[in-house]
């Protein structure tokens, strides 16, 4: 065989055919005999030196590489890259004069279309056919960026859902002669796939890889149910909670009407404007509302404002070359230093025709910075009454809830207290949250077996400052069974000594509530604790996907702490259940440790106790007496 290999190798080189040479080569590296009958002995370094005249000789050639073929696993030379996503598109640009502003510093319009361009082509990369933007998240611009420096844009899909996917966006600068780089902003766009005859097409799963890359999926889901549900939520605070309408800018006595500030424009769509699906390409509608919004901003403020959020780019519909789109903006409400400006963009054929359509919408939030770079004080809006009073009160509402959002997810762990504040405006985002804390705290991949007795196994993972741990088990439940009982923190002391009882404070939603908690305390304090806890609870999105029940401590005004009580608190805890077969379910139980814990959790990973055993072993028995009881309540929902 090694000859064979041989006279293969001699003929390629021969014959001039670099590719069969590589492919025989390959084969001869693979054994590990040698040949006395041809008078060689292969060794690493004569191998590497041939691949190298190889690999020269064909790329002189202009012939394709395949880099398997120069692979040597036997040698353990095998050409390992580093993983690379496969929807993962990379762009990177130089920014010229022609893309920036008055101030030398990059359009933001001219961003947004690199954003949605590289997106896109991630999308459809993944989707193998045409994709059109559904949607934008929020963007938060860090920085500015100036001639001169590059743009570098990462984009790769999150998760595919049926037609529809979430794509990341990662923008930074370099600067080329510091070598430096600074994060510009991130962004998660939903792109949905266009079949040829059918509209919509059903897209083929996504299997996440890496540790981010599943952290990334899981969390997708809760994005995904976090902007369906934002226009309720904005109804609802509107709706339950008293809005504060007088101006927080009172210190200034300008006062602008609000139609001083609108702003209406027509752009005819071009050839040079469209796709290549032939709709107008996304990027360039952003870049026209961003460039009407600047102009509104200015008319308020009468200087050069900076853009600092857009809050979701929402296209509802396309529009086509020879379509001309109407721009609508005007400022809805300042305050003390910021702004925000609502566009609006509708398309018609023909310019006679009445009727438009409504094809996108957008919020953006400028600022006014001084020579120190701080924000500057704004004039008061007036608004107009009737629909600009009605913008005026949303636009405060946006406001908080943007606050809301930045405080529970934006902001670094450690700098949040455990407890957050529950309301109705942020109920949304804490549920997010939760979910979102718990799936990250999943997809960690540095868990480590710490102890087992009988089938039930406890992991530990050190992180920073925080010590979590997994507590898992399997047993002969149906997972839809198990996830029930488990998310009902009142049956909780049924199996769990340390909690006393439960009190359910507010039903949510149907997967959201808090309870107030009575456990007797783990550590060595005298008094016992209690907790308030949101309870979120999810069925799994897609196949594979796991039952989830996530805990963390809120702060409710109708439970103020009790002396009687030490408050205790939990920042990230909760359930895992997975079907693994038709009979069997694992269950697994994550803690990320608070202070009072931690004792708890090194006595047993000391194997100085084996509490969490006896624990997780009632569990195991409240589960299997009570499922035939949940199995009736199931079917009868």
């Given at each position: 065989m090694v000859g064979a290999a041989y006279k293969g190798f001699l003929t390629g080189l021969l014959k001039g055919s670099w590719l069969s040479s590589c492919k025989h080569l390959s084969k001869m590296s693979q054994k590990k005999t040698t040949s006395r009958k041809y008078g060689w002995r292969w060794s690493a370094g004569g191998t590497?030196?041939?691949?190298?005249?190889?690999?020269?000789?064909?790329?002189?050639?202009?012939?394709?590489?395949?880099?398997?073929?120069?692979?040597?696993?036997?040698?353990g030379m095998e050409s390992k890259e580093r993983y690379r996503n496969p929807t993962e598109v990379q762009m990177s640009q130089l920014v010229l004069p022609c893309h920036t502003n008055h101030r030398g510093e990059l359009s933001i319009g001219q961003l947004l279309k690199w954003i949605d361009t590289t997106a896109c082509l991630s999308a459809e990369r993944h989707a193998g056919c045409p994709c059109v933007t559904a949607s934008v998240d929020d963007i938060y611009f860090e920085h500015t960026i100036s001639v001169g420096q590059v743009v570098n844009i990462k984009a790769k899909v999150n998760r595919a859902f049926n037609s529809s996917m979430e794509v990341g966006i990662q923008v930074s600068y370099e600067d080329l002669c510091s070598g430096k780089q600074w994060n510009v902003c991130k962004a998660y766009a939903t792109f949905v796939a266009q079949g040829k005859a059918t509209g919509k097409m059903k897209l083929k799963p996504l299997t996440p890889q890496t540790e981010e890359e599943k952290m990334e999926y899981s969390i997708a889901a809760e994005r995904r149910r976090m902007r369906l549900a934002h226009t309720d939520t904005l109804k609802d605070l509107l709706t339950n909670s008293t809005m504060q309408t007088e101006r927080e800018n009172g210190d200034c006595n300008t006062v602008v009407p609000a139609e001083k500030t609108r702003v209406e424009s027509v752009e005819l769509v071009l050839p040079p404007h469209a796709n290549h699906q032939g709709n107008t390409f996304g990027g360039q509608i952003m870049a026209w509302m961003e460039n009407v919004a600047t102009i509104?901003?200015?008319?308020?403020?009468?200087?050069?404002?900076?853009?600092?959020?857009?809050?979701?780019?929402?296209?509802?519909?396309?529009?086509?070359?020879?379509?001309?789109?109407?721009?609508?903006?005007?400022?809805?409400?300042?305050?003390?230093?910021?702004?925000?400006?609502?566009?609006?963009?509708?398309?018609?054929?023909?310019e006679m025709e009445v009727s438009r359509r409504h094809i996108n919408s957008a919020f953006m939030t400028f600022v006014v910075l001084d020579q120190e770079g701080q924000p500057s004080t704004l004039p008061m809006v007036k608004p107009e009454a009737g629909d600009g009073e009605r913008r005026y009160r949303e636009a405060s509402a946006r406001k908080k809830i943007r606050l809301d959002r930045k405080y529970i997810i934006s902001c670094e762990q450690t700098k949040v207290p455990l407890s957050v504040p529950w309301d109705q405006s942020n109920k949304v985002y804490l549920s997010y949250n939760n979910v979102s804390a718990l799936k990250t705290l999943v997809a960690k991949t540095n868990w480590v077996l710490a102890?087992?007795?009988?089938?039930?196994?406890?992991?530990?993972?050190?992180?920073?400052?925080?010590?979590?741990?997994?507590?898992?088990m399997s047993l002969c439940i149906d997972a839809t069974q198990a996830?029930?009982?488990?998310?009902?923190?009142?049956?909780?002391?049924?199996?769990?000594?340390?909690?006393?009882?439960?009190?359910?404070?507010?039903?949510?939603?149907?997967?959201?509530?808090?309870?107030?908690?009575?456990?007797q305390t783990v550590s060595q304090e005298k008094k016992s604790q209690d907790?308030?806890?949101?309870?979120?609870?999810?069925?799994?999105?897609?196949?594979?996907?796991?039952?989830?029940?996530?805990?963390?401590?809120?702060?409710?005004?109708?439970?103020?702490?009790?002396?009687?009580?030490?408050?205790?608190?939990?920042?990230?805890?909760?359930?895992?259940?997975?079907?693994?077969?038709?009979?069997?379910?694992?269950?697994?139980?994550?803690?990320?440790?608070?202070?009072?814990?931690?004792?708890?959790?090194?006595?047993?990973?000391?194997?100085?106790?084996?509490?969490?055993?006896?624990?997780?072993?009632?569990?195991?028995?409240?589960?299997?007496?009570?499922?035939?009881?949940?199995?009736?309540?199931?079917?009868?929902l």
């Open positions: 590497k030196l041939l691949r190298a005249h190889l690999r020269a000789n064909m790329q002189g050639s202009g012939s394709a590489l395949p880099a398997g073929d120069l692979a040597d696993p036997a040698l509104a901003a200015s008319r308020l403020c009468h200087a050069h404002p900076t853009l600092k959020t857009i809050e979701m780019f929402h296209f509802r519909g396309p529009s086509q070359v020879g379509d001309r789109l109407l721009l609508k903006a005007i400022v809805n409400n300042a305050f003390k230093n910021s702004m925000e400006v609502g566009v609006c963009v509708e398309a018609y054929r023909q102890t087992e007795i009988d089938k039930v196994r406890m992991y530990t993972l050190e992180e920073d400052q925080y010590l979590s741990f997994r507590i898992e996830f029930f009982l488990l998310s009902d923190l009142r049956k909780r002391h049924e199996w769990d000594r340390y909690y006393a009882s439960a009190e359910l404070v507010q039903q949510v939603d149907e997967d959201d509530m808090i309870y107030h908690v009575l456990s907790f308030v806890i949101l309870a979120s609870r999810r069925k799994p999105c897609d196949e594979g996907d796991p039952y989830v029940v996530a805990f963390r401590s809120v702060t409710l005004p109708t439970h103020p702490p009790n002396p009687e009580y030490t408050r205790g608190e939990t920042m990230c805890s909760g359930f895992c259940i997975w079907q693994e077969t038709a009979e069997l379910t694992k269950v697994s139980y994550y803690n990320q440790a608070a202070p009072g814990y931690l004792a708890y959790v090194t006595t047993n990973i000391a194997g100085l106790s084996s509490d969490f055993y006896v624990t997780f072993k009632a569990c195991e028995r409240f589960l299997q007496k009570n499922k035939d009881e949940i199995a009736v309540g199931l079917q009868n």
